[in-house]
Nanobody, 123 residues
Framework: VQLQASGGGLVQAGGSLRLSCAASGRTFSTYIMAWFRQAPGKERDFVAGISWTGGSIYYADSVKGRFIISRDNAKSSVYLQMTSLKPEDTAVYYC?????????????????WGQGTQVTVSS
């Protein structure tokens, strides 16, 4: 599967952004999907994940209550609605797909990655 992330940009603290990730290739609904982010000089961290039909959703503690992950299997897309953004949310955001049989949220559990989209939150 090929993944194309979009929707990043520059926003002031407290603002909102919606990231999208469009998939092409094999059947989208067979993949567990997730968003990760990587700030300069830091490791790639899990942000949010969603199982095949959305029955299982998991968030990093740092984004709970502010971010919402969703997917539309008919459109082969996954989304990340980000609100109440903080400067510490600044990073490159990546969408990722997993062939796993059980939802897992580590970067090593994901088989395919998008190219990343930059999110910058100014204070």
């Amino acid at each position: 599967v090929q993944l194309q992330a979009s929707g990043g940009g520059l926003v002031q603290a407290g603002g909102s952004l919606r990231l999208s990730c469009a998939a092409s290739g094999r059947t989208f609904s067979t993949y567990i999907m997730a968003w990760f982010r990587q700030a300069p000089g830091k490791e790639r961290d899990f942000v949010a994940g969603i199982s095949w039909t959305g029955g299982s959703i998991y968030y990093a503690d740092s984004v709970k209550g502010r971010f919402i992950i969703s997917r539309d299997n008919a459109k082969s897309s996954v989304y990340l609605q980000m609100t109440s953004l903080k400067p510490e949310d600044t990073a490159v955001y990546y969408c990722a797909a997993s062939n796993g049989r059980v939802p897992r949220w580590g970067a090593s559990d994901y088989d395919y990655w998008g190219q990343g989209t930059q999110v910058t939150v100014s204070s």
